[in-house]
C-alpha cells in the first residue's frame, strides 16, 4: 500500500510563525532605533544565526528541514513581479545602466558565494 503525500501541518505552522516571528521583532527593534528599513536585514540575520547555533548544538528536525525546502522552492514565485519592475527602471536608466549592474552584481554576487561557502560547511 503507497502511503499518501500529505503535508505536515503542524511542521509549516511552526516554520511559518518561526520566521515571520524573527522579521517583526526585528523590525520592531529597528524602529526604536529609528532605522526600519533595516528589520527584515536583521530578522534574516539573526534567524540565520540562531540556526546555525542550534544546528552546532542539536540536530534539526527533518520535518523542520524539509518543510523550509519546500518554502524555499514555493517563494521564488514571489520575486516574479519584481524582476518586472526592475527591468522597467532599468529600461529608464540610461548613463546609469552599466553602474547600476556593477554594483547589482557584486551584492548579489558576493552575498550568494558567502552563503554557498556557510552552507557548504554547516550542511
Known amino acids: 500500500m503507497k502511503k499518501r503525500n500529505t503535508i505536515d501541518w503542524p511542521a509549516w505552522i511552526v ?6 516571528l524573527f522579521r517583526e521583532v526585528a523590525v520592531w527593534i529597528m524602529a526604536q532605533l529609528h ?9 534574516l540575520i539573526s534567524l540565520l544565526i540562531c540556526m546555525a547555533l ?9 520535518r ?5 525546502n519546500k518554502i524555499m522552492k514555493e517563494s521564488a514565485f514571489a520575486f516574479l ?5 526592475a527591468l522597467i527602471t532599468l529600461m ?3 548613463k546609469q545602466t552599466p ?8 551584492s548579489t554576487l558576493v552575498p ?6 556557510i552552507s557548504k560547511r554547516f550542511l
Do not use: Q
Request: glycine share 8%; aromatic share 12%; charged share 10%.
Open 15 to 20: 516554520n511559518i510563525l518561526l520566521i515571520v
Open 35 to 43: 532605522h526600519p528599513e533595516l528589520g527584515n536585514l536583521l530578522g
Open 54 to 62: 542550534w544546528r552546532k548544538f542539536k540536530h534539526s528536525p527533518l
Open 64 to 68: 523542520v528541514v524539509d518543510t523550509n
Open 81 to 85: 513581479p519584481i524582476c518586472a519592475g
Open 92 to 94: 529608464h536608466m540610461g
Open 99 to 106: 553602474v547600476f549592474l556593477l554594483i547589482l552584481f557584486v
Open 112 to 117: 550568494l558565494w558567502v552563503y554557498a561557502h
